[in-house]
């Protein structure tokens, strides 16, 4: 078969084909968002019609994926690890209610924040949910878990989460493909009622999934990827899971390791194998990339017993990624750094690009803002947020997809007023939809400024669902027409927007904005296309 | 055999297709490699770097380690300078001259050649003026390959092949000057 050289995320979606996936579902977001672009991208996926849509939000993905699941297919839904915070209630529940086709959960968390607002442990969800969290290695490994992920979800029909960091989905290496397996076929579940979570079908069922999660550990599958080598030096035991291996790994080359490691790749845990390396080794030390999620279940809550050592100690940093070099110290190696950054060096923090219709947006929106006091811009997630910084200044808030529209509209019943939001066109219809209509219902004096750029622009412009949809939308929420209005961020069009945004600010009720105008970048790529076609006839 | 190479820029100046480049080029002679990337917010006119690892033998860290880069490709002169924590004491860096200028503070661009003048193993090139010779402003970065191409355990014609494996799609004329800006890269530093 055909090696590949594929990121971690490409890998994935590559397996998802490979394995039988019927549908892939998900909303863009770093450092997932190349899993449904290589689908879309995919001539496999093309001649079989793989479901490759991007969906409106994490929770429409998850929830849609399901659905494919319970008409028996195998379906994957993909997302960052912030955006299985707004799919939570989908996921959580998936478990009780159980599968039918395969149902395999990716999420992609970024420890150290490369570009996300925390740094939250997907793994952590898995455990409170009961779904098994498969997670990899390597390129290759992250290849292979997809169809060993499928074969555990139809095997004991649940879900399972594979989890992955920016490290592995944006590093590329060469991944040896499978031969194909074909898709399911359209089958109803056994039990009708499986899907119905009442309360008494849910009691059944959470019963049911407890037991399946405690027999996980036990699985075939699941135990070839926990795996304990022997060491002669017994002076120190070490617990590397997922892509920290690696890092162990790299400061011993030529597999001159002479400490027991005990390697995991599945969660649950069969606790055997925590036993078997602590009766062999006073010390500890436990690699995790994330939280100290395992470290502290190990350290427990009793003293007195092994020497633990990891992020909760200090040997390893408490927060941000970890590194060869980082692992080295916890080990007590040499690491040296090469020569220090010189002073002349600045800081190169991202920017608009120039020519940046958003940019345009914020030098109408502070002159139209003068003549009252500071601090009532609330800002959402996406390329506007970098209007945080110098020298634009411009927002006060970014938390999560959506609290643009809704914040505003709290600090508008508080008393600020005028209260504005600026949220982009594909935050607004992933989840500042909802909050506007809290804010028609009731009549809040806000308003709201859709800079509407016609794609999802921050993870490398994806097709947005508010392209050519927002007025309509607005205006079926609610909001008044003549208080519906759109401008063109030129600089050309600077006095008209000021005046706009003056208008609406005086207006106390639910006034929305529409900024609109193509990302330049997605621009110059549709003239390029549009070129080369031209070129080809 | 193994070369661990940093290369560094600003988002959107092309450090990917350079990693492509090497990337095709060892994949064809069956060496190991591990190449990481920089997605998301950096790529808005900010600092990227990319990881490019390549060994005759299995590589286990997608990182590289502070002080284990054999080699420094920057297609930007300032953004050389910041993984300098990375370069071995013996390492090579290589890199454009031309400032990319989207900062308020960027430092006079001669403090910042005079810090390669203090490292013995450094070169700089006009890689933007040969490009632009070659034919076109946009090979920069194929200028700055070819330039630091002696230092990667790689065949020359090897790479060139990958270039045209790279850019084949877009047509014979983006091929040769692509290979074009390579060659003038690779002849200044010979």
């Not at chain 1, 944006?170 to 899907?195: K, Y």
């Given at each position: 078969?055909?090696?590949?050289?594929?990121?971690?995320?490409?890998?994935?979606?590559?397996?998802?084909?490979?394995?039988?996936?019927?549908?892939?579902?998900?909303?863009?977001?770093?450092?997932?968002?190349?899993?449904?672009?290589?689908?879309?991208?995919?001539?496999?996926?093309?001649?079989?019609?793989?479901?490759?849509?991007?969906?409106?939000?994490?929770?429409?993905?998850?929830?849609?994926?399901?659905?494919?699941?319970?008409?028996?297919?195998?379906?994957?839904?993909?997302?960052?690890?912030?955006?299985?915070?707004?799919?939570?209630?989908?996921?959580?529940?998936?478990?009780?209610?159980?599968?039918?086709?395969?149902?395999?959960?990716?999420?992609?968390?970024?420890?150290?924040?490369?570009?996300?607002?925390?740094?939250?442990?997907?793994?952590?969800?898995?455990?409170?949910?009961?779904?098994?969290?498969?997670?990899?290695?390597?390129?290759?490994?992250?290849?292979?878990?997809?169809?060993?992920?499928?074969?555990?979800?139809?095997?004991?029909?649940?879900?399972?989460?594979?989890?992955?960091?920016?490290?592995?989905?944006?590093?590329?290496?060469?991944?040896?493909?499978?031969?194909?397996?074909?898709?399911?076929?359209?089958?109803?579940?056994?039990?009708?009622?499986?899907?119905?979570?009442?309360?008494?079908?849910?009691?059944?069922?959470?019963?049911?999934?407890?037991?399946?999660?405690?027999?996980?550990?036990?699985?075939?599958?699941?135990?070839?990827?926990?795996?304990?080598?022997?060491?002669?030096?017994?002076?120190?035991?070490?617990?590397?899971?997922?892509?920290?291996?690696?890092?162990?790994?790299?400061?011993?080359?030529?597999?001159?390791?002479?400490?027991?490691?005990?390697?995991?790749?599945?969660?649950?845990?069969?606790?055997?194998?925590?036993?078997?390396?602590?009766?062999?080794?006073?010390?500890?030390?436990?690699?995790?990339?994330?939280?100290?999620?395992?470290?502290?279940?190990?350290?427990?809550?009793?003293?007195?017993?092994?020497?633990?050592?990891?992020?909760?100690?200090?040997?390893?940093?408490?927060?941000?990624?970890?590194?060869?070099?980082?692992?080295?110290?916890?080990?007590?190696?040499?690491?040296?750094?090469?020569?220090?950054?010189?002073?002349?060096?600045?800081?190169?923090?991202?920017?608009?690009?120039?020519?940046?219709?958003?940019?345009?947006?914020?030098?109408?929106?502070?002159?139209?803002?003068?003549?009252?006091?500071?601090?009532?811009?609330?800002?959402?997630?996406?390329?506007?947020?970098?209007?945080?910084?110098?020298?634009?200044?411009?927002?006060?808030?970014?938390?999560?997809?959506?609290?643009?529209?809704?914040?505003?509209?709290?600090?508008?019943?508080?008393?600020?007023?005028?209260?504005?939001?600026?949220?982009?066109?594909?935050?607004?219809?992933?989840?500042?939809?909802?909050?506007?209509?809290?804010?028609?219902?009731?009549?809040?004096?806000?308003?709201?400024?859709?800079?509407?750029?016609?794609?999802?622009?921050?993870?490398?412009?994806?097709?947005?669902?508010?392209?050519?949809?927002?007025?309509?939308?607005?205006?079926?929420?609610?909001?008044?027409?003549?208080?519906?209005?759109?401008?063109?961020?030129?600089?050309?069009?600077?006095?008209?927007?000021?005046?706009?945004?003056?208008?609406?600010?005086?207006y106390k009720g639910v006034s929305v904005i529409i900024a609109i105008r193509e990302c330049i970048q997605t621009a110059a790529r549709?003239?390029?296309?549009?070129?080369?076609?031209?070129?080809?006839? | 055999?193994?070369?661990?190479?940093?290369?560094?820029?600003?988002?959107?100046?092309?450090?990917?297709?350079?990693?492509?480049?090497?990337?095709?080029?060892?994949?064809?002679?069956?060496?190991?490699?591990?190449?990481?990337?920089?997605?998301?917010?950096?790529?808005?006119?900010?600092?990227?770097?990319?990881?490019?690892?390549?060994?005759?033998?299995?590589?286990?860290?997608?990182?590289?380690?502070?002080?284990?880069?054999?080699?420094?490709?920057?297609?930007?002169?300032?953004?050389?300078?910041?993984?300098?924590?990375?370069?071995?004491?013996?390492?090579?860096?290589?890199?454009?001259?031309?400032?990319?200028?989207?900062?308020?503070?960027?430092?006079?661009?001669?403090?910042?050649?005079?810090?390669?003048?203090?490292?013995?193993?450094?070169?700089?090139?006009?890689?933007?003026?040969?490009?632009?010779?070659?034919?076109?402003?946009?090979?920069?970065?194929?200028?700055?390959?070819?330039?630091?191409?002696?230092?990667?355990?790689?065949?020359?014609?090897?790479?060139?092949?990958?270039?045209?494996?790279?850019?084949?799609?877009?047509?014979?004329?983006?091929?040769?000057?692509?290979?074009?800006?390579?060659?003038?890269?690779?002849?200044?530093?010979?």
């Amino acid at each position: 078969m055909q090696k590949l050289l594929l990121l971690g995320d490409e890998a994935i979606a590559q397996a998802g084909i490979d394995a039988g996936m019927s549908g892939m579902y998900a909303y863009p977001g770093t450092p997932s968002t190349e899993i449904m672009e290589y689908v879309q991208s995919s001539k496999d996926a093309t001649e079989r019609d793989i479901h490759r849509e991007w969906s409106a939000n994490e929770k429409t993905s998850m929830e849609a994926a399901l659905g494919m699941s319970y008409a028996g297919k195998r379906a994957m839904v993909a997302m960052k690890h912030v955006g299985l915070n707004v799919a939570a209630d989908g996921f959580v529940n998936s478990a009780i209610t159980g599968v039918n086709g395969g149902l395999i959960v990716v999420a992609a968390d970024d420890p150290s924040m490369h570009s996300s607002q925390n740094e939250q442990d997907s793994r952590f969800y898995g455990k409170f949910s009961f779904i098994p969290v498969l997670e990899p290695t390597s390129q290759q490994e992250a290849y292979d878990m997809v169809f060993a992920g499928f074969e555990i979800s139809e095997r004991y029909k649940i879900p399972v989460m594979i989890r992955i960091t920016t490290r592995l989905a944006h590093s590329r290496s060469a991944v040896q493909r499978r031969a194909q397996i074909g898709e399911n076929s359209v089958s109803l579940p056994e039990d009708p009622r499986q899907f119905v979570l009442l309360p008494a079908i849910a009691r059944r069922r959470y019963h049911n999934l407890l037991g399946v999660y405690e027999s996980l550990p036990a699985d075939e599958i699941m135990k070839g990827y926990n795996r304990l080598i022997p060491g002669k030096d017994k002076k120190l035991g070490i617990i590397a899971f997922g892509l920290t291996y690696n890092y162990l790994l790299e400061n011993f080359p030529g597999d001159s390791i002479t400490y027991p490691v005990l390697k995991i790749g599945s969660y649950p845990v069969d606790s055997a194998l925590f036993d078997k390396i602590s009766e062999q080794c006073e010390t500890l030390l436990v690699l995790e990339e994330g939280y100290p999620i395992m470290e502290e279940l190990l350290k427990g809550v009793l003293s007195g017993g092994r020497t633990i050592k990891g992020r909760l100690d200090g040997t390893l940093p408490r927060e941000g990624e970890l590194n060869p070099n980082l692992v080295a110290e916890a080990l007590g190696m040499p690491s040296e750094r090469g020569a220090e950054v010189p002073p002349v060096v600045r800081m190169r923090p991202p920017s608009f690009c120039r020519g940046c219709g958003h940019s345009d947006v914020y030098i109408a929106l502070e002159e139209a803002l003068k003549e009252y006091t500071p601090g009532r811009v609330f800002s959402d997630i996406g390329c506007y947020t970098l209007g945080a910084l110098p020298p634009y200044n411009a927002i006060n808030s970014c938390v999560d997809m959506g609290a643009s529209v809704t914040m505003a509209v709290g600090a508008a019943d508080a008393g600020l007023i005028p209260s504005v939001c600026v949220v982009g066109d594909s935050t607004f219809t992933h989840s500042g939809m909802t909050g506007l209509l809290d804010a028609v219902v009731k009549d809040s004096p806000v308003t709201i400024i859709i800079s509407d750029n016609s794609t999802t622009g921050m993870t490398g412009g994806q097709k947005s669902h508010a392209t050519g949809r927002l007025e309509a939308i607005c205006e079926g929420l609610g909001v008044e027409k003549e208080h519906i209005r759109t401008v063109v961020p030129l600089k050309k069009n600077h006095e008209e927007m000021v005046k706009v945004m003056k208008e609406e600010f005086e207006y106390k009720g639910v006034s929305v904005i529409i900024a609109i105008r193509e990302c330049i970048q997605t621009a110059a790529r549709r003239k390029k296309d549009e070129m080369a076609r031209k070129k080809g006839k | 055999m193994k070369n661990d190479i940093i290369l560094a820029g600003v988002g959107g100046q092309g450090i990917l297709s350079i990693a492509a480049v090497v990337g095709l080029a060892a994949v064809d002679k069956g060496l190991y490699l591990k190449q990481s990337e920089v997605h998301g917010m950096s790529q808005r006119g900010g600092d990227v770097q990319s990881h490019l690892r390549i060994s005759d033998s299995q590589i286990s860290s997608d990182l590289i380690p502070y002080g284990g880069a054999d080699l420094i490709i920057s297609v930007e002169p300032m953004e050389a300078l910041r993984y300098l924590p990375w370069l071995k004491k013996d390492g090579w860096i290589v890199s454009n001259s031309t400032p990319f200028v989207n900062i308020p503070d960027y430092p006079d661009i001669n403090s910042i050649l005079d810090e390669f003048r203090k490292i013995e193993k450094s070169i700089v090139v006009d890689a933007d003026n040969m490009a632009k010779e070659a034919g076109s402003v946009r090979s920069g970065n194929m200028v700055v390959l070819g330039a630091a191409s002696k230092y990667i355990d790689i065949p020359f014609d090897s790479l060139c092949d990958a270039v045209r494996k790279l850019f084949g799609r877009k047509g014979e004329e983006i091929v040769s000057v692509n290979i074009k800006a390579l060659e003038a890269g690779r002849s200044c530093c010979l």
